[in-house]
T-cell receptor
Framework: KAGVTQTPRYLIKTRGQQVTLSCSPISGHRSVSWYQQTPGQGLQFLFEYFSETQRNKGNFPGRFSGRQFSNSRSEMNVSTLELGDSALYLC?????????????FGPGTRLTVT | AQKITQTQPGMFVQEKEAVTLDCTYDTSDQSYGLFWYKQPSSGEMIFLIYQGSYDEQNATEGRYSLNFQKARKSANLVISASQLGDSAMYFCAMREFPTSGTYKYIFGTGTRLKVLA
């Protein structure tokens, strides 16, 4: 069974640009969550999608948005990039929204904003 | 407020010995889940073990066990027979089960474990 895949793995953008990251969950998983990981702030929850609907959102500005498609694949978009957006962006999938089990993480996309 | 605390930024353990990584949490909810993840230098988060707040027995997964003390709000990870491949960052995390539809899934700051040969 294929794991969670994220594309691209590495990305370099300049301030003011926008970026779209993609995440394909494990087959059969309907929940996709996004996290930002930085040395200073650690791991922070961005949002979760389930059945194409955003079910919960962390404390991030509106520049961060996402969506989920009918095949459960998810995209995350960051507009008007800032230097502080440089981070490892992790995507995780799980079978259920209220899953009492684990989330499976992808390898992440490392975004560098210059 | 929901919070996860990992007080050990770094730890060393000799190969084949056991090690305990500390995690304390704070929540006002009765229903929640506690998780431990491992993050090697490659960056990928690997699920290790889960404990539900209503589980009466401590969770175990192979060499990993979770020492759950609900009254003390602690969920320490115990790794038995440490291996060199266990060297990584370890994160404790908590998730409340949604009731109103909003919840948070939060992580601690992590503990970097180094296994010595």
């Amino acid at each position: 069974k294929a794991g969670v895949t994220q594309t691209p793995r590495y990305l370099i953008k300049t301030r003011g640009q926008q970026v779209t990251l993609s995440c394909s969950p494990i087959s059969g998983h309907r929940s996709v969550s996004w996290y930002q990981q930085t040395p200073g702030q650690g791991l922070q929850f961005l949002f979760e999608y389930f059945s194409e609907t955003q079910r919960n959102k962390g404390n991030f500005p509106g520049r961060f948005s996402g969506r989920q498609f009918s095949n459960s694949r998810s995209e995350m978009n960051v507009s008007t990039l800032e230097l502080g957006d440089s981070a490892l962006y992790l995507c995780a999938s799980s079978f259920a929204l209220t899953g009492q089990g684990e989330q499976y993480f992808g390898p992440g996309t490392r975004l560098t904003v210059t | 407020a929901q919070k996860i605390t990992q007080t050990q930024p770094g730890m060393f353990v000799q190969e084949k010995e056991a090690v305990t990584l500390d995690c304390t949490y704070d929540t006002s909810d009765q229903s929640y889940g506690l998780f431990w993840y491992k993050q090697p230098s490659s960056g990928e988060m690997i699920f290790l073990i889960y404990q539900g707040s209503y589980d009466e027995q401590n969770a175990t997964e192979g060499r990993y066990s979770l020492n759950f003390q609900k009254a003390r709000k602690s969920a320490n990870l115990v790794i038995s027979a440490s291996q060199l491949g266990d060297s990584a960052m370890y994160f404790c995390a908590m998730r409340e089960f949604p009731t109103s539809g909003t919840y948070k899934y939060i992580f601690g700051t992590g503990t970097r474990l180094k296994v010595l040969a």
